[in-house]
RNA sequence: GGGUCCUUGGCUCAGUUGGUUAGAGCGUCUCGUUUACACCGAGAAGGCCAUAGGUUCGAAUCCUAUAGGACCCACCA
C-alpha cells in the first residue's frame, strides 16, 4: 500500500496528538515499562510558579527530555518526574508588585495574610498550569502521575520532618544574630540572595572624640552610633597598648558609647588607619568579633523599616540612614572629628528580588548550623558536602558524584569554605510555615503534624425545613449537589489524604461529590454521624417531642450509641473521634464531612469552650475549620505557629527524596534514589545542588545524584542575557507556533558545550527547521517510492560498493551516537547525526539509490534506524514518521545496535566520490550546467576495476559519458587521472600545484626529521609514507 | 585578594585523553526549478586557531606569561 505524505512537514499538524498519544500509552510511567529492569531516575528542576516558561526551560527541557527518552529507548525503567516551584520570596515579590500597580499601595497591610495569601496562590496556581501546559508543549516525557509541587502535602510534610530532626539532632537553632534584611521586602535574606554591586561610596577617616587615641574609618557613618569597640592587631606596636582599655565617648546618641579596644588578628595594620570600628550590630564581621567578646555589648541602631531608632538618641531617630549619615558627619565636622574624606568604590550588597540596599541588622532568627558534627557522625554538614566530591559519602568511593564539566568543583568548593550559618527563617508569607509552636517561653516541633479540615455536608429537603418527619437519612437535594460541586473545586489543589465522612446519605453524597474532584480515599465512619436528639442546644428532650410529634414514630434506624445521646455523650463521642485520627491517621490531611452537631462538639473539645461559647459555634455550609495535632496534642489554646516562613530552597533541598515520597519508605524512594542524573544552570549551582547535597546526606546518609551536568546561560546575540526589562526575550512557546517543537530543540542543543553559555536566536532555529523538512523528505520519498513498508530487523545484505559504504558509516554512526549520548554530549552526538542525514545518506546514497535501484530494504533499514537515532532529540517529527512503518510506539522501541561491517569499502568509495566531485568542480568553473552531460576518459593503474564496476554511479551523478576516448584536457586526482572533453582553466591548474608543492615540502621536512622517524608510531610515520608518494605522483602528472 | 571560563573564517559555534593540508551552520559569490525536498541541489571564496615563550618527533589541543572579554567568591575598617 502507497502512502501520501505532505510535500513539507507541518509540526503543528502533528505534534499535539502525538504528545497525547504518547501521554496516553502509559509510557511515560515506569511502572508500565514492563521489560525495563535497571531504574534511570531524572527530576525536573522545578520552575518557578512566578509566570511563564522561557528559554531557559526550554532548554533543559530539552536535555532533560532527550536524556530520558534515548534511557527508555536503552531499555532502563526511566522516570522523569515533573515539577514546580512556589518560589516563595520570588513569587510574593511578583504578586506584590502586581497589586501595587492595581493600586494596593502596601499589599501585605491592606490585605492581610489570609488574603494576601489568597491572591498569591491564585497566581501561582494560574502560573503554574501554563508551565504545565507548556512543558507538554516542549514534549517532555515525564510522568505526570508523579507530578510534585514543592507546596503540596507530600512536600511540606518532608519539609516539616526534615525540620524536626534537623532541630532535635541540634542542627536547626534559633538565635539572635546579624541577617541580612531587605526593608523593601521586610525579610530577612541568605547570604546567597544577595548581588553586589559596585558603586562611589566616600570613606570618612574620624575620631570618636579629641581625647580617643585611634582614628578609624567608614563607609557607614551612621552605623558608628552603635559602636562598642576598636579592633587592633595585637601586633600592632602603634596600638597594642591600649588593648583592654575601655573609653568613653559621647557621638550623640541616646547614650554615650563605651568603646573598649579589643585585638583581632584579622585586622590589617597596613590597612587604613589600622583600626577598626566594631558595630556589633551592623555588620556580620563586626558581630563575629563581639561572639568572641561579648562584654562589648551590641546597640542596634537601625530599625526594620531602615530608619534610626531610639538607640541612636533623640537627634537621630526617625531619620532615614542617609540623612543620619549628613548629619553625623556634619556633626564631626563641626567639632573637628572629621580627619578625611576619600571617595572610592564599594561593592553595596542588594537584595536579589527587591532591588534595595541591604541593611545588615540583629534578629532572633532560625539557623541551620553547619558546622556543628552531626550526632552519631564525626563531621559537620559542610564537611559532608565537600566529601561527596572528594573521598566519596562517608569515604565510600561509589559514592562521589560525578559532575560535567568538572571545574565546577572547584567553585562549589571555595564557596562551602565561606559558608556561614544559613538562615532559613523569612519575614514573607508565602512558603512553608516554620514548624515551630510557642506557648510563653515553651516551643513545640512536632514530629507530626496532623490536620483536619472539617466541613458540613449538603443540604437535604430535611434540613432546610427543620423537619423531623419521615426518613432523617435523606438524599441531598438538587441545588444542594450544585453547591457541593462548587466547593469541591476549592478543595482541589488542597493535597488531602483521606476524607472521612458521616454514614449518612447527605454526608457520603457530598464526600462522594467532593471526591470526584480530589480522587483519595473516603472512610465511613460511624463515630462522626449526626446524633439522634440531645439536649445540647437547651432542648430537652421532651420539647423535642412536642415540637416534632411524628419523631418518635421515625427512629433513626443506624447504629449510634443510643437514641439518646446527650451532650455530654456526645463531647465523648468527639473525643473518641480525635484519639481514633491519633492513632490511625497520624501526619495525614484529612477532610472530614460530618453534621453541624457533631463538629460543634468536636469545636468544644478542642478550643475548650465553655457550653455557652459554644453555642455560638457556627459553621454555614460551603466553609470549613481547621485543626491541628501537634505530636498528639490537640488542645492547642495559648499555642501559636511561629508566623515566618522557610527560605524556598529548604523545600528544593530536599527535592531528590521528597519528590520519591519521602518520609515515607516508598517504593519509589528505594528504587530510585540517588537519581541517576541532574541536570542544572551553573547559577543555581550552590542554591539548590549544594543544599539538595546538604539535605540528602544528612536525611537519607546517601547522596542525592549519582551524575550531574551543568549547562551554561542563553544569551542573545549580542552577548547580553534575555530579560523582561531588556525585552529582548524570546517566547519558546511563540518558536514552537512557528517552527515547531522539534526544530527550538534541536537548535538548543546543537552547539552546546556543558557549563558554557550558548547565544541563541531565530536563525539557529529556522537552520534546524530545515532539517526537520529535510528528514521529513527523505522519509517522504523512502516510504512513497517502497513497493512494501515494513520494519526490517536484521541489517540487510549490501549487494554494491555503496550499501557497503553506507552501512558502514552508519554503523560508526551508531557506535557514535550511543557513547556521546552515554557522556551527555549532546552537542556532538546531534552534530554527527546531521552530518550522516544530509550529507551521507541523503546527498549521496540515496542519490545513488536512484541509479542502482531495488534498495527498499537497505533505504527503510537505515531510515528506521535513523529514527530510531534522531528520536530522543526530535521526538515528534520521528513518531510521526513511524507510524507509517509500525503500529507500535518509537518512544519505546529498542535503541540500535551497531553490526561489524569492515571499512575497506571507504576508500573505495572515497574515491568514486573524489571523481565525481572533481568532474563536477570543472563543469562549474567553466559555466557548464550541472545536468549536461559531457564525455570523459577515466584512467587509473590502481583503480580500473573500481572505476568500472561504479561506471554507472560516475555517470549519473557526475553528468557525465564514460568513454574510451582521450581527451586533451585532464584533471588529476590521486592515482586517477580524468580526462575530459572541456577546456580546463590553467590558473585552477597552478594553484593546484602550488599548494601541492607546499604540501609536499611539510610532509618532507616531517620525515626527513630524525626525531620524528625515531620516535613517532610507525603507523604514523607510514602514513605520512604514502601521502608524500600519492603527492609526489600527483605532482608529476599535474606537471 | 582568590578562582573560573572565553578568544578558531563576516556572524554563531564544534573540535573527547596531542597525530590527515582545522570542521559545521548562517551569511557571501557562481550555476541550477533533474517529480523527496527552493525549508532544495551542485560548486566556490574565506582561518599563520588572541599574543609571546615553553614541553614534544609532532600543539587549536598540554604548561607559563601577556592582552582583551565574561563570570564566581571573599574583602571593602
Keep these: 500500500m502507497k502512502i501520501e505524505l505532505d510535500k513539507a512537514y507541518e509540526a503543528k499538524k502533528f505534534e499535539d496528538e502525538i504528545y497525547k498519544t504518547w501521554e496516553e500509552s502509559g509510557f511515560f510511567n515506569p511502572d508500565n515499562l514492563k521489560n525495563a529492569k535497571e531504574p534511570y531516575c531524572v527530576l525536573m528542576p522545578p520552575p518557578n510558579v512566578t509566570g511563564i516558561l522561557h528559554l531557559g526551560h526550554a532548554l533543559e527541557n530539552s536535555l532533560l527530555d532527550t536524556e530520558i527518552r534515548y534511557r527508555r529507548m536503552c531499555g532502563y525503567k526511566t522516570l522523569l518526574i515533573p515539577g514546580a516551584d512556589h518560589a516563595a520570596i520570588a513569587t510574593q515579590a511578583r504578586v506584590e508588585k502586581e497589586l501595587q500597580k492595581n493600586g494596593i499601595k502596601n499589599p501585605r497591610e491592606e490585605l492581610g495574610r489570609e488574603k494576601l495569601l489568597e491572591e498569591i496562590k491564585k497566581y501561582a496556581e494560574n502560573s503554574k498550569s501554563k508551565i504545565l501546559n507548556q512543558i507538554r508543549k516542549m514534549g517532555t516525557s515525564c510522568d505526570w502521575s508523579r507530578f510534585a509541587y514543592t507546596f503540596d502535602e507530600t512536600r511540606s510534610s518532608a519539609v516539616n520532618t526534615l525540620f524536626q530532626k534537623m532541630y532535635s539532632d541540634g542542627l536547626i537553632y534559633r538565635g539572635y544574630r546579624v541577617v541580612n534584611w531587605t526593608v523593601k521586602g521586610q525579610s530577612t535574606c541568605s547570604d546567597d540572595e544577595l548581588i553586589y554591586e559596585e558603586e562611589p561610596v566616600t570613606i570618612y577617616t574620624f575620631k570618636y572624640s579629641h581625647d580617643f587615641p585611634i582614628p578609624i574609618a567608614t563607609t557607614r557613618p551612621e552605623t558608628k552610633l552603635g559602636d562598642c569597640a576598636v579592633a587592633v592587631n595585637p601586633n600592632d606596636d602603634k596600638y597594642k597598648k591600649f588593648i583592654g582599655q575601655k573609653f568613653t565617648v559621647d557621638v550623640g546618641a541616646l547614650n554615650p558609647l563605651t568603646i573598649t579596644i579589643i585585638a583581632d588578628d584579622n585586622v590589617d595594620t597596613n590597612y587604613g588607619t589600622g583600626a577598626v570600628g566594631v558595630t556589633p550590630a551592623h555588620s556580620m564581621i563586626d558581630f563575629e568579633m563581639y561572639e568572641k567578646n561579648k562584654n562589648i555589648g551590641i546597640i542596634p541602631v537601625i530599625g526594620k523599616d531602615g530608619k534610626m531608632n531610639e538607640n541612636a538618641g533623640k537627634d537621630y531617630q526617625g531619620l532615614s540612614t542617609k540623612e543620619a549619615r549628613e548629619k553625623f558627619i556634619n556633626w564631626l565636622k563641626e567639632n573637628n572629628l572629621l580627619i578625611k574624606e576619600e571617595e572610592t568604590t564599594h561593592s553595596v550588597g542588594k537584595s536579589d528580588r527587591f532591588g534595595d540596599i541591604i541593611e545588615a541588622l540583629p534578629m532572633r532568627q532560625w539557623f541551620i548550623d553547619v558546622n556543628k558534627t552531626i550526632p552519631g557522625k564525626n563531621k559537620s554538614l559542610k564537611q559532608s558536602m565537600k566529601d561527596v566530591f572528594t573521598i566519596g559519602h562517608n569515604g565510600n568511593k561509589k559514592k562521589i558524584i560525578k559532575i560535567t564539566p568538572d571545574r565546577f ?178 501526619g495525614k490531611k484529612i477532610l472530614v464531612v460530618s453534621h453541624h452537631a457533631f463538629l460543634r462538639s468536636l469545636n468544644i473539645i478542642i478550643e475548650d469552650a465553655t457550653n455557652e461559647d459554644a453555642l455560638k459555634y457556627k459553621l454555614p455550609f460551603g466553609t470549613t475549620d481547621k485543626y491541628q495535632i501537634l505530636d498528639g496534642q490537640y488542645k492547642l489554646k495559648g499555642w501559636t505557629q511561629d508566623p515566618d516562613t522557610l527560605d524556598t530552597w529548604f523545600s528544593s533541598g530536599s527535592w531528590t527524596f521528597s519528590c520519591l515520597g519521602w518520609p515515607n519508605k516508598t517504593k519509589d524512594l528505594k528504587t530510585y534514589h540517588p537519581t541517576s542524573w541532574m541536570q542544572m544552570g551553573y547559577e543555581i549551582l550552590f542554591f539548590w545542588m549544594a543544599r539538595m547535597i546538604l539535605m540528602s546526606t544528612y536525611a537519607l546518609d546517601d547522596i542525592p545524584f549519582k551524575d550531574v551536568y551543568i549547562h551554561g546561560i542563553l544569551r542573545a546575540k549580542d552577548g547580553r542575557k534575555f530579560s523582561k526589562s531588556l525585552g529582548n526575550g524570546l517566547d519558546p512557546i511563540e518558536i514552537i507556533n512557528e517552527y515547531g517543537t522539534d526544530a527550538l530543540r534541536l537548535s538548543l542543543l546543537k552547539g552546546i558545550a556543558p557549563g558554557n553559555d550558548a547565544k541563541f536566536y531565530e536563525e539557529k532555529v529556522m537552520g534546524s527547521r530545515n532539517f526537520v523538512n529535510k528528514l521529513w523528505n527523505i522519509s517522504r520519498y523512502i516510504l512513497m517510492s517502497a513497493d512494501t513498508i515494513k520494519i526490517i530487523k536484521k541489517q540487510p545484505k549490501p549487494n554494491t560498493l555503496a550499501d557497503k559504504w553506507i552501512l558502514r558509516k552508519l554503523n560508526s554512526l551508531i557506535e557514535s551516537t550511543t557513547k556521546d549520548l552515554n557522556d551527555h554530549n549532546f552537542s556532538m552526538a546531534s552534530n554527527a547525526l546531521y552530518d550522516f542525514t544530509w550529507t551521507d545518506f541523503a546527498d549521496w546514497y540515496i542519490e545513488i539509490s536512484k541509479v542502482e535501484k531495488n534498495k527498499d530494504e537497505i533505504l527503510l533499514y537505515i531510515l528506521q534506524t535513523l529514527l530510531k537515532l534522531w528520536h530522543p532529540f526530535i521526538p515528534f517529527i520521528t513518531e510521526t514518521l513511524w507510524k507509517n512503518i509500525d503500529s507500535k510506539l518509537l518512544m519505546v522501541s529498542s535503541w540500535p545496535k551497531a553490526n561489524k561491517t569492515k571499512p575497506d569499502s571507504l576508500i573505495e568509495f572515497g574515491k568514486i566520490q573524489e ?32 572505476i568500472k564496476e561504479q561506471s554507472a554511479i560516475i555517470e549519473n551523478l557526475a553528468k557525465v559519458k564514460l568513454t574510451s576516448d582521450i581527451y586533451k584536457d585532464t584533471i588529476h586526482i590521486t592515482n586517477i587521472d580524468i580526462y575530459i572533453e572541456i577546456k580546463i582553466n590553467d590558473e585552477d591548474k597552478k594553484k593546484q600545484i602550488i599548494e601541492l608543492e607546499k604540501y609536499i615540502n611539510i610532509l618532507e621536512t616531517k620525515l626527513s626529521n630524525k626525531q620524528f622517524t625515531d620516535r613517532a608510531p610507525s603507523e604514523i610515520i607510514d602514513a605520512e609514507k604514502k601521502k608524500l608518494e600519492d603527492a609526489k605522483e600527483l605532482l608529476k602528472k599535474l606537471k
Design 409 to 586: 568543583v572547584n567553585s562549589y568548593m571555595q564557596w562551602i569554605d565561606n559558608l556561614r550559618d544559613w538562615c532559613i527563617s523569612r519575614q514573607i508569607w508565602w512558603g512553608h510555615r516554620i514548624p515551630v509552636w510557642y506557648n510563653g517561653e515553651e516551643i513545640l516541633v512536632p514530629k507530626t503534624i496532623t490536620e483536619i479540615h472539617v466541613t458540613r455536608h449538603g443540604l437535604t429537603d430535611w434540613n432546610k425545613e427543620e423537619r423531623i418527619q419521615g426518613s432523617t437519612d435523606t438524599p441531598l437535594d438538587e441545588q444542594s449537589v450544585e453547591e457541593i460541586y462548587e466547593m469541591a473545586k476549592k478543595f482541589k489543589n488542597e493535597n488531602f489524604d483521606i476524607i472521612i465522612c458521616s454514614p449518612l446519605k447527605r454526608a457520603r453524597q457530598t464526600a462522594e461529590i467532593i471526591n470526584e474532584e480530589l480522587k483519595i480515599s473516603i472512610e465511613i465512619n460511624k463515630l462522626i454521624t449526626e446524633r439522634d436528639y440531645a439536649d445540647f442546644e437547651g432542648k430537652q428532650k421532651s420539647e423535642i417531642k412536642e415540637k416534632y410529634p411524628e419523631y418518635e414514630k421515625n427512629k433513626i434506624s443506624f447504629d449510634i450509641p443510643g437514641d439518646e445521646e446527650n451532650y455530654e455523650e456526645l463531647k465523648e463521642r468527639a473525643t473518641k473521634f480525635i484519639e481514633y485520627i491519633k492513632t490511625n491517621h497520624v
Design 915 to 946: 571523481i565525481i566531485i572533481a568532474i563536477r568542480n570543472i563543469k562549474n568553473d567553466n559555466k557548464i550546467d550541472t545536468k549536461t552531460i559531457i564525455n570523459c576518459h577515466l584512467e587509473s593503474d590502481k583503480y580500473t576495476k573500481l
